[in-house]
């Protein structure tokens, strides 16, 4: 999908910079999304894209330049303080949603600000969609085979699944707290 042949050195700083933004992440309880997380990042670009700064983005005091990973850990940190969330134990994967929603969306900003053009808005927004697609479809997969409630409620939320057999409840409010944070981010 992406990438070129790297440098010994270039590799030590990707792995540098994933075991960084790794490390930001909250803990998550669930065992089963860790490995998803893990699996969404191993991609070397998408690392690079969630530790780009951000010009346009809100600024919070005493901080650098907002970064798609500040953003993201911003709506993480706002999705575990949600009481209806945190009572229904629904906060660890409308976090992690809200974390790999936008990868599309970031890939494709990294790659314009590498000199890529698009054709056109819809040519832009297809391939967010694609890219997004590519990025999340394996490891959800993994996801549903190692934790499929989890898995299933995941996928409905990236719109990758169906609500029958869920909590109907449930995922709306998971995926309408992905949507609400998802604006506030924009």
Same mark, same amino acid.
């Given at each position: 999908?992406?990438?070129?042949?790297?440098?010994?050195?270039?590799?030590?700083?990707?792995?540098?910079?994933?075991?960084?933004?790794?490390?930001?992440?909250? &803990?998550?309880s669930n065992q089963a999304l860790v490995p998803f997380v893990t699996t969404v990042f191993?991609?070397?670009?998408?690392?690079?894209a969630y530790l780009l700064p951000l010009r346009s983005a809100p600024r919070e005091l005493?901080?650098?330049?907002?970064?798609a990973l500040s953003q993201c850990l911003a709506a993480m940190g706002r999705a575990r303080r949600c009481r209806t969330l945190v009572l229904k134990s629904s906060w660890e994967p409308v976090a992690v949603a809200l974390l790999v929603n936008p990868c599309g969306y970031y890939l494709c900003l990294r790659e314009l600000m590498?000199?890529?053009? =698009?054709?056109?808005?819809?040519?832009? =927004?297809?391939?967010?969609?694609?890219?997004?697609?590519?990025?999340?479809?394996?490891?959800?997969?993994?996801?549903?085979?190692?934790?499929?409630?989890?898995?299933? =409620?995941?996928?409905?939320? &990236?719109?990758?699944?169906? =609500?029958?057999? &869920?909590?109907?409840?449930?995922?709306?409010?998971?995926q309408r707290a992905v949507y609400r944070e998802t604006l506030w981010m924009s």
């Open positions: 999908m992406f990438g070129a042949p790297q440098s010994q050195r270039a590799v030590q700083v990707q792995a540098e910079q994933r075991a960084r933004l790794l490390g930001q992440l909250p &803990l998550l191993a991609l070397d670009e998408l690392v690079a005493d901080e650098g330049d907002p970064t590498f000199g890529r053009h =698009y054709v056109s808005t819809p040519d832009m =927004y297809q391939r967010i969609s694609h890219v997004r697609a590519e990025v999340l479809s394996k490891p959800l997969q993994a996801l549903c085979e190692a934790d499929p409630q989890v898995g299933r =409620y995941l996928a409905w939320i &990236l719109g990758f699944g169906s =609500y029958k057999g &869920l909590d109907v409840r449930r995922a709306v409010d998971m």
